[in-house]
């Protein structure tokens, strides 16, 4: 076959329009496009929006500002989404875990005319470009930034996050996700010329055709939230498919909804103002106990759908909505894993492990749940630990870490549902039904503002590497187990089997030996799950860097995409060619 030959031609085709360059968002957020997309590919620190929640870096009344606009939504229909197409209804059941009640209202979404105008919104946004798209996409996170300290509140009282946590994994750190989506989505859409002159050698003169490439996005994308991480784990999804041209329709989790209503207000107010249709962004609320996921996940005009909750319904979308053609991207439950074969820093391990076992309450998707432990005990700098000794000293340390109730809930925060909390409430009988023993009880904590929060510490229960019923299942919140191994090659063969069959987002390794290291790096691509090694200073393996790490991987139960890789981008748009001779 003939060698080709392309160009880009000057023209800027139909992937392009000749009003890209002039739009004044494009003019204002260049700079900040070229420069996340610089991090993106070199995969560097980069953060566009500030996590300390000071007023000194969101200005002198923004904390106070924040909290008065959470308190006027409150008990009130949440006005700025009545523009949506609705039943005449409004729908709300959030109760805070902190014992509040909301009283939010929302419009019910009338699904079918919804869906009409997310229909007709989208040639003008698809035809726009993709430049001109992403510009409009981060003056949206801008503008949701601007609202940090009100959206803190949101995601506080429906998630049960501490406040500064609620800040920044809800604020800055999700808008710094969200900006990642974007850029990537960008980067792959510009991977494609708008028009080139072919060429191909011919006898005489070569043989000329002109071809355009026409970005197309795939149809409206449904975002389905979870309870824990409102923003955090929809903005991926959320700003992947608005970037990529395609309509969006948020779907929060019931007790989680204000979050997301803030964040569709704002979307939909800057694509007004853009010159856009605030239909490219809708909001469908519900009550609790409904089917509206579902519903939605099957509506005929629905072709992408992110989630992110329990495996249950993950599966279900993966089988079942998928089979209709709609791309399912899913973030689901895991096991997460530690592996524990020697230390030279002692006390910096067992402080990072008692601050990520602490964390929300062990309510994220990124906590460490199973540690494995060899019988034959642990190296330290501190001298040899029997396996018992190193349970004692990390249920010690998880205990200092929480000792006082005013600062431990400024971690812990408050459990999310009554699943978590009846685990966390009686350990002992968890323990006794899984046949391990308790090392360290989960305790009671007092909330000193919100008497009605259920708060308690991290749990640590021992059972050995046989009783696999144990730990072979996700025990979502503060109860963690200590799994007694034959030693450290039968903990990596485990943690790789249990991984690739199971799950698991994160994956920790504490370890002296360089062959020991070497093999968690093999059993960790082995399980396809990201590994963080000897994790002794302010870095935790709960945490994950926007523009530097992967949140997942993809490679296995756990999730089947990765926050932002090319996966989850390119495929939300398809291109269109149009050829002819020159």
């Given at each position: 076959m003939s060698e080709t030959a392309t160009k880009p031609t000057d023209d800027t085709g139909p992937a392009r329009t000749t009003t890209a360059a002039g739009h004044p968002l494009l003019d204002r957020h260049r700079e900040t496009l070229e420069q996340a997309g610089t991090a993106l590919r070199e995969r560097s620190w980069f953060s566009r929006y500030p996590e300390s929640p000071s007023p000194r870096v969101y200005g002198e009344t923004a904390p106070e500002d924040g909290l008065r606009a959470h308190d006027r939504t409150l008990h009130h229909d949440f006005g700025a989404l009545a523009d949506q197409p609705s039943t005449g209804r409004t729908v709300g059941s959030e109760v805070s875990p902190y014992g509040p009640w909301l009283g939010v209202r929302y419009p019910e979404l009338d699904v079918d005319a919804a869906m009409a105008a997310a229909r007709a919104a989208l040639p003008a946004w698809r035809d726009a470009g993709?430049?001109?798209?992403?510009?409009?996409?981060?003056?949206?996170?801008?503008?949701?930034?601007?609202?940090?300290?009100?959206?803190?509140?949101?995601?506080?009282?429906?998630?049960?996050?501490?406040?500064?946590?609620?800040?920044?994994?809800?604020?800055?750190?999700?808008?710094?996700?969200?900006?990642?989506?974007?850029?990537?989505?960008?980067?792959?859409?510009?991977r494609i010329p708008a028009s080139v002159t072919w060429e191909k050698p011919a006898r005489g003169e070569p043989i000329r055709?002109?071809?355009?490439?026409?970005?197309?996005?795939?149809?409206?994308?449904?975002?389905?939230?979870?309870?824990?991480?409102?923003?955090?784990?929809?903005?991926?999804?959320?700003?992947?498919?608005?970037?990529?041209?395609?309509?969006?329709?948020?779907?929060?989790?019931?007790?989680?909804?204000?979050?997301?209503?803030?964040t569709v207000a704002v979307a939909r107010e800057v694509l007004a103002e853009a010159g856009f249709d605030r239909a490219l962004v809708q909001l469908a609320a519900e009550d609790d106990g409904g089917t509206l996921a579902k519903d939605l996940a099957l509506h005929p005009d629905v072709r992408i759908v992110d989630y992110t909750g329990g495996p249950g319904f993950g599966h279900w979308l993966e089988t079942e909505a998928a089979a209709g053609g709609r791309l399912v991207y899913t973030e689901k439950a895991g096991l997460n894993t530690v592996v524990v074969d020697s230390t030279d820093d002692l006390r910096g391990m067992l402080g990072n492990l008692a601050f990520s076992f602490s964390l929300y309450s062990g309510q994220m998707c990124t906590a460490p749940q199973n540690v494995y432990v060899p019988a034959?005990?642990?190296?330290?700098?501190?001298?040899?630990?029997?396996?018992?000794?190193?349970?004692?000293?990390?249920?010690?340390?998880?205990?200092?870490?929480?000792?006082?109730?005013?600062?431990?809930?400024?971690?812990?925060?408050?459990?999310v549902n009554d699943d978590v909390r009846s685990r966390a409430t009686d350990v002992p009988a968890l323990a006794q039904r899984l046949g391990g023993q308790v090392v360290l009880d989960a305790r009671e904590v007092h909330h000193p503002t919100y008497p009605d929060?259920?708060?308690?510490?991290?749990?640590?229960?021992?059972?050995?590497?046989?009783?696999?019923?144990?730990?072979?299942?996700?025990?979502?919140?503060?109860?963690?187990?200590?799994?007694?191994?034959?030693?450290?090659?039968?903990?990596?063969?485990?943690?790789?089997?249990?991984?690739?069959?199971?799950?698991?987002?994160?994956?920790?390794?504490?370890?002296?030996?360089a062959d020991v290291l070497d093999a968690a790096r093999d059993a960790a691509a082995e399980a396809g799950v990201s590994l963080s090694e000897n994790l002794t200073g302010q870095v935790f393996v709960n945490q994950t860097a926007a523009f530097s790490d992967y949140h997942g991987t993809g490679a296995n139960p756990a999730a089947n995409a990765a926050y932002a890789d090319a996966a989850f981008v390119a495929n939300r748009f398809r291109v269109v060619t149009s050829r002819r001779h020159v």
């Open positions: 993709a430049q001109v798209r992403a510009a409009v996409c981060v003056e949206i996170v801008d503008r949701i930034n601007a609202r940090s300290h009100e959206l803190a509140h949101a995601v506080m009282h429906t998630s049960g996050q501490p406040f500064v946590m609620s800040f920044q994994a809800g604020g800055p750190h999700a808008q710094d996700r969200a900006l990642e989506a974007v850029v990537a989505a960008l980067e792959e859409q510009e055709m002109q071809k355009d490439y026409r970005i197309v996005p795939r149809g409206v994308a449904l975002v389905i939230g979870c309870n824990t991480f409102p923003t955090w784990n929809a903005y991926p999804g959320l700003f992947a498919s608005l970037a990529t041209g395609n309509p969006v329709v948020v779907k929060p989790h019931p007790r989680a909804v204000l979050p997301l209503a803030i034959t005990g642990v190296d330290t700098d501190e001298g040899h630990l029997s396996a018992e000794e190193f349970g004692t000293r990390l249920g010690a340390a998880i205990s200092r870490f929480t000792a006082d109730d005013a600062k431990a809930v400024e971690i812990l925060g408050a459990t929060a259920v708060v308690r510490t991290p749990a640590l229960v021992a059972v050995d590497a046989a009783d696999e019923a144990a730990y072979t299942q996700e025990c979502f919140g503060p109860v963690a187990f200590l799994v007694r191994t034959a030693d450290t090659e039968e903990s990596l063969r485990i943690f790789a089997a249990t991984v690739r069959e199971h799950g698991g987002m994160t994956a920790a390794v504490y370890s002296t030996s």
